[in-house]
Each structure stands twice: as structure tokens, then as C-alpha cells.
């Protein structure tokens, strides 16, 4: 009796999660039609598959739901909720975090993470003069490109950032998230994490860009002009549509 109650409770939960991700995934859709985006839903492949590093090499079951792109401060930008598990059973935790990212192109690694919520420990973090910024960044990726990126201008950028945040330049993309978010429709805390990634790109010295005049996206707004004959790095699914404004 007490296998069928349990069993029985588990299918409430399963139904319930299910109504409430298709009600969510409709207010979403809503929304991205108003911005003149393109709807994308759950990812394919997932961003932890196109993207591995900074969260997206953490814990199990891992998500990639409520997935949209269009233009925002003349970039490109597919935004999405990423969302993995730690520990097992009565012991997990579900973590979640609005991701934005941007087509760039193949440059070094860099990663970028505040505070001490995630550090990879299996890399050398970069240190810097400033050691205030030390204690609040942990740094690690290509310790050259990190140095030409890293300027005390973006320095100064980074530290006036809050909490739970992270940064990633590489594979195709630049990359930002905020940890604890969920599925529910905001259109503001989303909209704050596109500014953010269009802040810190827009930040990066011109000397970078510069070093990469195929692809790196502009700080004039023009957004990132794609590599000869390849494809748009990180793009999910079809050609998006005209976007409207932001």
C-alpha cells in the first residue's frame, strides 16, 4: 500500500511539473513574439554541450529550458535557463542560472567567476596587482589573453558586478550567467542579464576586438560581422527572423 501511495504521489508530482513547464513555456513564447525574438524552448544540443566550462561541467541532470534569440544593444543574443543537479536523492540540490550568450569568434579561453561559489580547481587561477580584485575574481584560461582582456578599465567593470556571476570568452561565444533564477517569466532580470553581457563585451579593450576583426562583436552596435563560409558560432536551431527592438 505504501509502494502505491508513493508511486501515486510521484505521478501527481510529474504531471504538475509538466502543466507548469507548458504554462511557462506559453508566457515565454508571449513574450519573445512581443520582442520580435525567436522562440527556441529546451536546446539542442544544450549549451553544457557546446559551451564546457565555468558551470556548465558541474553535477548531473542537466537543463537547458526557455532558450530564445534575437537582438538586444546590437548584439546577437541567445538566452536561456541552465539548470544542473549535485548530491543524490534527499541529498540533491537543483541549481539554476539565466545564461545570455553571443556569437564571437575562436579566440583563447578565458573564464571569469565571482566569488567562491564555483572555482575550478584543477586550473591555476591568474592573479592580478590588485589583490582586492584577487579575493573577489577567480581568473583562469590563457594567462596572455586574460592579461590583454583584464585591463584596470575592465578590472574596474568587474568589480562594480554583484554576486554569483561569471564571465566566458571561448568557444565561439562570449558568455555571462547569473546564478538563482528560475522558469517563472521576468522580463527585467532577463533584460539586466543582457546588459550586463553587452556591458562587458562593449568593455573589452579595442585592441582585442581589433585582433579579431572577423567576428568580435562591436561596441558601435553593428554586432559581429560571421567568419567567411562558417556558421553563426552558437546559434541553436533555424535562421532566427527579423528581431524587432528591444
Not at 562570449?174 to 553581457?197: F, N, Y
Amino acid at each position: 500500500m505504501r509502494f502505491l501511495i508513493y508511486l501515486a504521489v510521484f505521478a501527481i508530482v510529474l504531471v504538475a511539473a509538466h502543466f507548469i513547464k507548458k504554462n511557462r513555456n506559453g508566457k515565454w513564447t508571449e513574450l519573445s513574439a512581443r520582442r520580435g525574438w525567436q522562440w527556441i524552448g529546451d536546446a539542442r544540443p544544450r549549451i553544457d554541450e557546446r559551451l564546457p566550462g565555468g558551470i556548465f561541467v558541474l553535477g548531473s541532470s542537466h537543463a537547458d529550458e526557455f532558450v530564445m534569440n534575437g537582438v538586444f544593444d546590437g548584439l546577437r543574443i541567445t538566452s536561456g535557463i541552465y539548470s544542473y543537479r549535485t548530491g543524490a536523492g534527499r541529498y540533491s540540490t537543483t541549481y539554476s542560472q539565466r545564461y545570455v550568450t553571443t556569437p564571437a569568434p575562436q579566440t583563447p579561453s578565458l573564464q571569469l567567476v565571482h566569488g567562491t561559489w564555483w572555482i575550478n580547481r584543477k586550473a591555476t587561477a591568474i592573479k592580478f596587482p590588485d589583490e582586492e580584485f584577487n579575493k573577489r575574481w577567480n581568473v583562469t584560461g590563457d594567462e596572455g589573453f586574460a592579461r590583454a582582456v583584464i585591463t584596470p578599465q575592465v578590472a574596474q567593470f568587474l568589480m562594480a558586478q554583484g554576486k554569483n556571476i561569471g564571465f566566458i570568452i571561448g568557444g565561439g561565444t562570449v558568455t555571462s550567467w547569473v546564478r538563482g533564477t528560475t522558469g517563472r517569466v521576468d522580463e527585467e532580470r532577463m533584460d539586466q542579464a543582457c546588459r550586463q553581457l553587452c556591458a562587458f563585451v562593449h568593455a573589452i579593450p579595442e585592441s582585442v576586438k581589433s585582433a579579431f576583426p572577423q567576428g568580435f562583436p562591436r561596441p558601435d552596435g553593428s554586432g559581429p560581422a560571421p567568419l567567411p563560409g562558417a556558421p553563426v558560432p552558437g546559434a541553436i536551431g533555424p535562421g532566427m527572423p527579423t528581431p524587432g527592438q528591444n
